[in-house]
């Protein structure tokens, strides 16, 4: 079992900046992908955000340029963030972190983001 416990949604302005951030414990060791999705009122969930064990990273169109996914590996404990700048009204959202598992995808409690206008 793996679990996703985030951090970091709140309430900002437009054009500010949050971070989110995401660590993993448990049985961690084949995790691979992981990375962040948002679901608006009303609409379906929809990826943000992932990167591979590699370093590769997908971004939706909506966020290139404004958001950065990053992983970390402490003490055994891996971390994703996600560095949300020049944020948007239409960024607001609850934003979940996922984790892809040979056996099955995990995904965290979500964490709320809203954009003031």
């Known amino acids: 079992q793996v679990q996703l416990v985030e951090s970091g949604g709140g309430l900002v302005q437009a054009g500010g900046s949050l971070r989110l951030s995401c660590a993993a414990s448990g049985s961690t060791f084949l995790l691979n992908t992981m990375g962040w999705y948002r679901q608006a009122p009303g609409k379906q969930r929809e990826l943000v955000a992932t990167?591979?064990?590699?370093?590769?990273?997908?971004?939706a169109d909506s966020v290139k340029g404004r958001f950065t996914v990053s992983r970390d590996n402490v003490k055994g404990t891996k971390t994703v963030t996600l560095q949300m700048n020049s944020l948007k009204p239409e960024d607001t959202a609850l934003y979940y972190c996922?984790?892809?598992?040979?056996?099955?995808?995990?995904w965290g409690q979500g964490t709320q983001v809203t954009v003031s206008s």
């Open positions: 996922n984790a892809n598992h040979p056996a099955r995808t995990y």
């Open positions: 990167m591979t064990n590699g370093g590769t990273t997908n971004y």
